[in-house]
Protein backbone atom coordinates (compact mmCIF):
# COMPACT_ATOMS: atom_id res chain seq x y z
CA UNK A 1 0.00 0.00 0.00
CA UNK A 2 1.91 3.42 -0.72
CA UNK A 3 2.15 6.23 0.79
CA UNK A 4 -0.37 8.14 -0.65
CA UNK A 5 -3.23 5.38 -0.50
CA UNK A 6 -2.47 5.52 3.39
CA UNK A 7 -2.58 9.30 3.75
CA UNK A 8 -5.69 9.69 1.62
CA UNK A 9 -7.60 7.27 3.66
CA UNK A 10 -6.51 8.65 6.88
CA UNK A 11 -7.95 11.41 5.72
CA UNK A 12 -10.98 9.58 5.17
CA UNK A 13 -11.15 8.51 8.10
CA UNK A 14 -10.63 11.59 10.45
CA UNK A 15 -13.48 13.39 8.12
CA UNK A 16 -15.37 10.29 8.19
CA UNK A 17 -15.00 10.50 12.37
CA UNK A 18 -15.81 14.10 12.54
CA UNK A 19 -18.94 14.07 10.36
CA UNK A 20 -20.57 10.77 12.96
CA UNK A 21 -19.76 12.69 15.75
CA UNK A 22 -21.68 15.99 14.31
CA UNK A 23 -24.14 13.85 13.18
CA UNK A 24 -24.59 12.01 16.66
CA UNK A 25 -24.70 15.45 18.38
CA UNK A 26 -27.64 16.48 16.11
CA UNK A 27 -29.28 13.34 16.43
CA UNK A 28 -29.42 13.92 20.65
CA UNK A 29 -30.96 17.33 20.08
CA UNK A 30 -33.75 15.72 17.35
CA UNK A 31 -34.69 12.94 19.40
CA UNK A 32 -35.05 14.78 22.95
CA UNK A 33 -36.80 18.00 21.80
CA UNK A 34 -39.45 16.91 19.66
CA UNK A 35 -42.08 14.90 20.29
CA UNK A 36 -43.33 11.67 18.64
CA UNK A 37 -46.43 12.20 16.56
CA UNK A 38 -46.58 8.99 14.38
CA UNK A 39 -46.00 5.62 16.45
CA UNK A 40 -46.42 2.43 14.65
CA UNK A 41 -45.70 -1.20 14.23
CA UNK A 42 -43.26 -3.49 11.91
CA UNK A 43 -42.41 -7.04 11.81
CA UNK A 44 -44.61 -7.55 14.80
CA UNK A 45 -46.89 -5.82 18.09
CA UNK A 46 -43.69 -5.43 20.37
CA UNK A 47 -41.50 -3.99 16.46
CA UNK A 48 -42.12 -0.20 17.02
CA UNK A 49 -41.31 2.43 14.59
CA UNK A 50 -41.63 6.69 15.21
CA UNK A 51 -41.76 9.84 12.66
CA UNK A 52 -38.50 10.99 14.73
CA UNK A 53 -36.99 7.40 13.74
CA UNK A 54 -37.56 8.21 10.00
CA UNK A 55 -36.48 11.15 10.31
CA UNK A 56 -33.32 11.22 11.74
CA UNK A 57 -32.58 8.24 9.55
CA UNK A 58 -33.50 10.33 6.19
CA UNK A 59 -31.11 13.40 7.35
CA UNK A 60 -28.86 11.17 8.52
CA UNK A 61 -27.79 9.43 4.80
CA UNK A 62 -28.79 12.62 2.79
CA UNK A 63 -25.73 14.10 5.10
CA UNK A 64 -23.48 11.43 4.21
CA UNK A 65 -24.65 11.32 0.54
CA UNK A 66 -23.61 14.66 0.35
CA UNK A 67 -20.10 14.16 2.02
CA UNK A 68 -19.16 11.12 0.48
CA UNK A 69 -21.25 10.05 -2.46
CA UNK A 70 -19.83 7.03 -2.88
CA UNK A 71 -20.52 5.22 -0.05
CA UNK A 72 -23.25 2.75 0.57
CA UNK A 73 -25.27 3.16 3.41
CA UNK A 74 -27.46 0.35 5.53
CA UNK A 75 -30.15 1.64 8.10
CA UNK A 76 -32.72 0.32 9.69
CA UNK A 77 -35.84 1.82 8.70
CA UNK A 78 -35.29 2.57 4.56
CA UNK A 79 -33.92 -0.23 1.82
CA UNK A 80 -30.06 0.28 1.36
CA UNK A 81 -28.02 2.39 -0.74
CA UNK A 82 -25.29 1.15 -3.05
CA UNK A 83 -21.55 2.62 -2.99
CA UNK A 84 -18.27 1.16 -3.10
CA UNK A 85 -15.36 0.60 -0.68
CA UNK A 86 -17.26 2.14 2.17
CA UNK A 87 -20.30 1.23 3.73
CA UNK A 88 -22.08 3.32 6.86
CA UNK A 89 -24.50 1.50 8.96
CA UNK A 90 -26.76 3.38 11.07
CA UNK A 91 -29.41 3.01 13.85
CA UNK A 92 -31.24 6.33 14.32
CA UNK A 93 -33.07 4.86 17.74
CA UNK A 94 -32.26 1.50 19.10
CA UNK A 95 -34.51 0.96 21.67
CA UNK A 96 -37.49 3.02 20.09
CA UNK A 97 -39.90 0.00 22.52
CA UNK A 98 -38.12 2.33 25.55
CA UNK A 99 -38.72 6.26 23.53
CA UNK A 100 -41.65 5.47 22.21
CA UNK A 101 -42.70 4.62 25.94
CA UNK A 102 -41.38 7.46 28.16
CA UNK A 103 -38.29 4.91 29.11
CA UNK A 104 -35.49 7.14 28.56
CA UNK A 105 -32.58 4.49 28.47
CA UNK A 106 -32.23 4.63 24.35
CA UNK A 107 -29.49 5.75 21.81
CA UNK A 108 -28.00 6.78 18.12
CA UNK A 109 -26.15 4.69 16.55
CA UNK A 110 -23.52 5.19 13.18
CA UNK A 111 -20.39 3.17 12.09
CA UNK A 112 -18.41 3.48 8.55
CA UNK A 113 -17.11 -0.14 7.79
CA UNK A 114 -14.57 -1.17 5.07
CA UNK A 115 -13.46 -4.49 3.73
CA UNK A 116 -12.27 -5.39 7.26
CA UNK A 117 -15.01 -4.15 9.51
CA UNK A 118 -16.00 -1.15 11.54
CA UNK A 119 -13.01 1.90 11.28
CA UNK A 120 -15.23 4.37 12.51
CA UNK A 121 -17.96 3.94 14.93
CA UNK A 122 -19.95 6.87 17.60
CA UNK A 123 -22.84 6.10 19.73
CA UNK A 124 -24.73 8.74 21.20
CA UNK A 125 -26.84 8.49 24.76
CA UNK A 126 -29.18 11.24 24.03
CA UNK A 127 -29.91 10.61 27.98
CA UNK A 128 -26.90 11.85 29.68
CA UNK A 129 -25.76 13.92 26.24
CA UNK A 130 -22.55 11.68 26.24
CA UNK A 131 -20.81 10.44 22.64
CA UNK A 132 -18.56 7.52 22.49
CA UNK A 133 -16.29 6.90 19.54
CA UNK A 134 -14.28 5.40 18.07
CA UNK A 135 -10.80 5.18 14.90
CA UNK A 136 -9.87 1.45 14.38
CA UNK A 137 -5.99 1.46 15.53
CA UNK A 138 -6.57 5.03 17.15
CA UNK A 139 -8.11 3.87 20.25
CA UNK A 140 -11.57 5.23 22.45
CA UNK A 141 -12.90 8.25 23.26
CA UNK A 142 -15.24 9.45 25.99
CA UNK A 143 -15.85 12.93 26.98
CA UNK A 144 -13.09 14.19 25.22
CA UNK A 145 -10.43 11.81 26.58
CA UNK A 146 -9.12 8.36 25.67
CA UNK A 147 -10.98 5.69 27.41
CA UNK A 148 -8.94 3.29 29.01
CA UNK A 149 -10.94 0.27 31.36
CA UNK A 150 -10.68 -0.36 34.62
CA UNK A 151 -8.76 -3.09 36.41
CA UNK A 152 -11.10 -6.22 36.74
CA UNK A 153 -9.57 -9.98 37.86
CA UNK A 154 -12.73 -12.19 38.60
CA UNK A 155 -16.16 -13.18 37.36
CA UNK A 156 -18.07 -12.89 40.97
CA UNK A 157 -19.33 -9.31 41.58
CA UNK A 158 -19.44 -8.28 38.27
CA UNK A 159 -22.69 -6.84 36.27
CA UNK A 160 -23.60 -8.54 33.11
CA UNK A 161 -25.62 -6.99 30.96
CA UNK A 162 -28.03 -8.47 28.21
CA UNK A 163 -31.36 -7.68 26.39
CA UNK A 164 -34.28 -9.58 24.76
CA UNK A 165 -35.17 -10.29 21.63
CA UNK A 166 -37.54 -7.97 21.32
CA UNK A 167 -40.37 -9.10 23.89
CA UNK A 168 -38.80 -12.67 24.37
CA UNK A 169 -35.92 -14.20 25.61
CA UNK A 170 -33.08 -15.69 23.01
CA UNK A 171 -31.88 -19.20 23.30
CA UNK A 172 -30.24 -19.76 26.77
CA UNK A 173 -30.72 -16.76 28.02
CA UNK A 174 -32.93 -17.77 30.65
CA UNK A 175 -30.17 -20.25 32.19
CA UNK A 176 -27.06 -17.72 31.62
CA UNK A 177 -28.75 -15.18 33.64
CA UNK A 178 -30.25 -18.18 35.87
CA UNK A 179 -26.21 -19.45 35.96
CA UNK A 180 -24.45 -15.76 36.55
CA UNK A 181 -26.62 -15.30 39.82
CA UNK A 182 -25.18 -18.38 41.22
CA UNK A 183 -21.82 -16.65 41.27
CA UNK A 184 -22.94 -13.45 42.35
CA UNK A 185 -22.85 -11.88 39.30
CA UNK A 186 -26.06 -9.02 38.61
CA UNK A 187 -27.41 -9.15 35.31
CA UNK A 188 -29.19 -6.11 33.80
CA UNK A 189 -31.77 -5.98 31.14
CA UNK A 190 -32.18 -2.23 29.27
CA UNK A 191 -33.46 -2.32 26.21
CA UNK A 192 -30.42 -1.05 23.98
CA UNK A 193 -28.48 -3.73 22.49
CA UNK A 194 -25.88 -0.75 21.39
CA UNK A 195 -25.79 1.17 25.11
CA UNK A 196 -25.08 -2.75 26.55
CA UNK A 197 -22.35 -3.26 24.48
CA UNK A 198 -20.74 0.30 24.94
CA UNK A 199 -21.00 0.47 28.71
CA UNK A 200 -18.25 -1.84 29.75
CA UNK A 201 -15.67 0.28 27.81
CA UNK A 202 -16.21 3.58 30.37
CA UNK A 203 -17.00 0.70 33.32
CA UNK A 204 -20.68 0.20 33.10
CA UNK A 205 -20.74 -2.93 33.66
CA UNK A 206 -17.84 -5.90 32.78
CA UNK A 207 -19.60 -7.67 30.47
CA UNK A 208 -22.60 -7.72 27.71
CA UNK A 209 -24.36 -10.11 25.59
CA UNK A 210 -26.59 -9.72 23.04
CA UNK A 211 -28.37 -13.12 21.44
CA UNK A 212 -28.48 -12.14 17.67
CA UNK A 213 -26.42 -9.13 16.15
CA UNK A 214 -27.46 -6.59 13.70
CA UNK A 215 -24.79 -4.72 12.00
CA UNK A 216 -27.03 -1.40 12.18
CA UNK A 217 -27.23 -1.37 16.21
CA UNK A 218 -24.19 -3.22 17.34
CA UNK A 219 -21.19 -2.36 14.95
CA UNK A 220 -20.45 1.56 16.36
CA UNK A 221 -20.43 -0.43 20.07
CA UNK A 222 -18.34 -3.36 18.96
CA UNK A 223 -15.54 -1.23 17.70
CA UNK A 224 -15.70 1.08 20.48
CA UNK A 225 -15.31 -1.54 23.04
CA UNK A 226 -12.99 -3.69 21.23
CA UNK A 227 -10.54 0.15 21.04
CA UNK A 228 -11.08 0.80 24.60
CA UNK A 229 -9.12 -3.11 25.37
CA UNK A 230 -12.08 -5.08 25.98
CA UNK A 231 -12.36 -8.43 23.94
CA UNK A 232 -15.48 -8.95 20.81
CA UNK A 233 -16.34 -12.83 20.61
CA UNK A 234 -18.68 -14.66 18.60
CA UNK A 235 -20.20 -17.75 19.81
CA UNK A 236 -17.70 -19.52 18.69
CA UNK A 237 -15.35 -18.00 20.90
CA UNK A 238 -13.22 -15.78 18.09
CA UNK A 239 -12.46 -12.17 18.34
CA UNK A 240 -14.61 -10.43 15.50
CA UNK A 241 -16.01 -7.09 14.86
CA UNK A 242 -18.23 -8.18 12.41
CA UNK A 243 -19.46 -12.09 12.92
CA UNK A 244 -20.14 -13.99 9.98
CA UNK A 245 -22.96 -15.60 11.71
CA UNK A 246 -24.98 -12.80 13.01
CA UNK A 247 -28.04 -15.32 14.23
CA UNK A 248 -25.87 -16.50 17.36
CA UNK A 249 -25.41 -13.48 18.92
CA UNK A 250 -21.98 -11.62 20.12
CA UNK A 251 -20.52 -10.87 23.35
CA UNK A 252 -18.01 -7.99 25.19
CA UNK A 253 -16.66 -8.38 28.13
CA UNK A 254 -13.42 -7.29 30.28
CA UNK A 255 -10.15 -9.24 29.27
CA UNK A 256 -10.07 -10.69 32.66
CA UNK A 257 -13.64 -12.40 32.60
CA UNK A 258 -14.29 -13.03 29.08
CA UNK A 259 -13.09 -16.11 28.07
CA UNK A 260 -15.02 -17.44 31.49
CA UNK A 261 -18.41 -15.63 30.45
CA UNK A 262 -18.27 -17.00 26.99
CA UNK A 263 -17.89 -20.30 28.70
CA UNK A 264 -20.98 -19.70 30.68
CA UNK A 265 -22.93 -18.11 27.31
CA UNK A 266 -22.00 -21.61 25.41
CA UNK A 267 -22.83 -24.10 28.60
CA UNK A 268 -26.11 -22.30 29.09
CA UNK A 269 -27.21 -22.15 25.50
CA UNK A 270 -26.31 -26.27 25.30
CA UNK A 271 -28.23 -26.82 29.19
CA UNK A 272 -31.19 -25.50 27.70
CA UNK A 273 -31.17 -27.17 24.39
CA UNK A 274 -30.85 -30.48 26.34
CA UNK A 275 -33.55 -29.61 28.37
CA UNK A 276 -35.87 -29.14 25.55
CA UNK A 277 -34.65 -32.38 23.93
Not at 149 to 167: F, K, M, Q
Request: with cysteine; aromatic share 8%.
Amino acid sequence: MSADHVGRKRDVLTRAHELAQSLATWAMIRSTSSNVSMFATKKNAADFVTDIDLGIELWVRRTIAEEFPTHAFVGEEFEDSAGVEYTWYCDPIDGTTNYAHGISWFSFSLAMCDEDGPVVGVVADPRTKEIFSAIRGRGAMHRGGPITIEHRSALPGSVVLTELLGATFFEGQAEFIRSLGEIDVTSRIMGSGTLSLVGPAVGRGHGALVGRFGAVDHLASMLIAHEAGLRVLDWDGHDTLFPSDPSTGIMVAHPAIATELHGMWRRAVESEGDRAR
